[in-house]
Structures are given as C-alpha cells and as structure tokens.
C-alpha cells in the first residue's frame, strides 16, 4: 500500500495483467492527503480498493463498502457476497457468464 496525492479520490486500486489476461497484481494507494479530505475511515477505503483485487470491479447502489460513496459503511451486502461466490465459482479462462444477477441462483456459463 502506497501513499500518493491521488487529487480529489480517497484511495485508488491499480492492476497489472500477465500476457494471458489474468490478472497479476493489485496495488492500493491511499491518498497521502486523506485526513484533510472529506474521506471517512481509512479502514474501510482500503477495504472498498481491495474488493477491486478479489474482483468486484463495478460499484454497487445498495448502501455497502462497495457503493461509489461508501459513506462509512462498513457493510459488506448481499449483493457482493453473492456475486463473489458466483465469481470463484467458475473456472479460470471461462469466456462469458450470463444472469449473474444476485436474484439468480446459478451462473450459466456460455
């Protein structure tokens, strides 16, 4: 974990891909003017970058750790739980998951 002046962000994740695609490594930086921001605990902006490292690589809407503006929330929802479980559950170097939607229960693989 690395300390930047990332402008007006609380934390950033940067990745890097080995030549098949798959993902290499996953650095978080914190922005080094954080306490000065109107950022909310550091614990939990380092949690929402490292759910880009496991793979939740879109925001969520439902008022969870993962929402663009996390507010504090140290909730890990539903929504993200289930989505991890799908996620490493299917095997590496599948091509396309389609209805991985939390209200399906399974992913169907294509």
Do not use: Q, W
Request: some cysteine.
């Amino acid at each position: 974990m690395g300390h930047d002046d990332l402008g007006n962000i609380c934390g950033l994740a940067s990745f890097a891909y080995d030549s098949a695609g798959a993902l290499e490594l996953c650095t978080v930086k914190v922005n080094m003017f954080y306490d000065d921001m109107n950022c909310t605990r550091v614990t939990s902006t380092i949690t929402h970058e490292i759910g880009y490292c496991i793979g939740v690589f879109k925001h969520t809407t439902d008022g969870g750790l993962i929402d663009e503006n996390a507010n504090g929330s140290r909730e890990i929802t539903s929504t993200v739980t289930v989505m991890l479980g799908l996620l490493y559950t299917i095997a590496p170097g599948t091509k396309s998951v389609t209805n991985c939607s939390p209200d399906v229960p399974a992913a169907r693989i294509s």
